[in-house]
């Protein structure tokens, strides 16, 4: 059988594909493996009580239950939902915003595709766009979104070395190029792979920039401010007429309501809603359904700020510990934990690359994931992409303190 471009660049293996393949393989019974790959959120026992209860009024609801299951909601999305958003954004954050500026998609990847592909590529004057990512290493997900080859420009960071332990990269300012031929500019906040969170200065200078630029600046939020707010350090959440924000369910414990969520200038949420006609003719309506109520009662910040945030920052030094004493007997370090619940580990001295070091470890059944595929858009190599990975500490603590060691073991005889 014959196949397009567009079948042909979804056929080879992404790094995205590989990890959610790894997740996939990793939940199929009878298997002994340690997933500390992907970045599904951990079932915390009181937010689910929350999303419990909500999913019991909504059944004791019918007609509630079968508007939710049972009819298609706007392009836009649930507009209970969008109506208690831009209400809570605007109250809590003074956000000048109102309902035309949220759409909801499947899912955060989705509205990655469609921003990506609706704002770099070929314009109809003859130009060429890009996305530029100021602060590689960046998430994994995005690499592959684009349907135009060589879609994405990226910066290499600064490093501070903090301490013995602890390193952090930062955006360098003063060699960031953004060209006439940069269509957006893109971070995520925290940063995934790293757990680096921009502080509210960085973000004001790029929002500047691209700003004088007359193009968006694009801030993925998944982990971040309002919610679920896995931040550990003092920021504020940002937007402006000229951000657009993307936010989701999944880390508030949702991820299989594949909800995403998309606040942006008015000309942007109108165009997403015509593209959710035609490609998904409607978001799913059962994500809304359950965390309406929450996010109409600000619930949700209380949600995130006593349990999910205190949750994942415990799990977060737990592994530090752990690292500090499995670690032993090679040069590594630990990119300062900002946010999300990743750990961005540098081995300075292995002698094989991050994905064969992945390689080893997969069949040894700890799952991680090779920093090389965080690397994309450079116009130069950098070491870290063959020095790093990154490990999601977010599992029990069992699995986490077994899995270091098994990487601790692997790292060792590599460096012997």
């Given at each position: 059988m014959k196949f397009?471009?567009?079948a042909d660049k979804f056929a080879n293996q992404s790094g995205i594909g590989m990890l959610m393949d790894d997740l996939g393989n990793a939940l199929q019974p009878g298997q002994q493996?340690?997933?500390?790959g992907g970045g599904n959120?951990?079932?915390i026992p009181a937010v689910r009580q929350f999303f419990h209860k909500n999913m019991q009024d909504l059944l004791q609801d019918g007609d509630a239950f079968d508007r939710a299951?049972?009819?298609?909601d706007p392009p836009q999305g649930n507009p209970r939902f969008?109506?208690?958003l831009s209400t809570l954004l605007k109250n809590q954050f003074g956000w000048d915003i109102s309902e035309k500026n949220i759409a909801l998609t499947h899912g955060s990847q989705q509205a990655f595709f469609i921003l990506f592909n609706m704002l770099a590529g070929p314009y109809p004057d003859g130009n060429?766009?890009?996305i530029l990512f100021p602060l590689a290493p960046e998430y994994i997900g995005y690499c592959d979104v684009g349907l135009e080859p060589d879609l994405f420009e990226s910066a290499l960071p600064s490093i501070e070395i903090q301490d013995e332990l602890f390193f952090k990269y930062h955006i360098n300012f003063d060699t960031l190029n953004v060209g006439d031929n940069i269509g957006a500019i893109c971070v995520s906040r925290p940063t995934n792979p790293t757990g680096n969170v921009l502080t509210d200065e960085e973000v004001k200078k790029l929002a500047q920039i691209a700003k004088e630029k007359q193009i968006p600046l694009i801030i993925d939020n998944a982990y971040g401010k309002p919610f679920p707010d896995i931040i550990y350090t003092d920021v504020n959440p940002h937007w402006d007429s000229n951000t657009i924000v993307c936010m989701s369910l999944s880390k508030l414990g949702l991820p299989g309501t594949r909800t995403g969520i998309v606040i942006g200038p008015e000309d942007v949420i109108d165009r997403i809603t015509r593209m959710n006609t035609v490609?998904?003719?409607?978001p799913g309506g059962v994500g809304t359904a359950i965390a309406a109520n929450i996010i109409e009662d600000g619930q949700v910040l209380e949600i995130s700020e006593q349990f999910i945030k205190p949750f994942y920052e415990q799990k977060k030094d737990f592994a530090i510990e752990c690292a500090k004493q499995y670690f032993t007997g090679f040069d590594f370090a630990i990119h300062q934990p900002e946010g999300s619940f990743f750990l961005w580990v540098w081995f300075k001295d292995l002698p094989v690359s991050s994905h064969e070091f992945y390689q080893r470890l997969k069949k040894r059944g700890v799952i991680v994931v090779s920093g090389s595929y965080f690397f994309f858009g450079l116009n130069q190599p950098h070491p870290h992409q063959d020095q790093c990975l990154r490990i999601n500490h977010a599992q029990d603590?069992?699995?986490v303190e077994k899995a270091f060691q098994i990487i601790a073991e692997e790292a060792r005889h590599l460096c012997s």
């Open positions: 397009s471009k567009f493996v340690y997933m500390l959120p951990t079932p299951i049972g009819n298609y969008i109506k208690a060429r766009k890009k490609l998904t003719l409607s603590r069992e699995v």
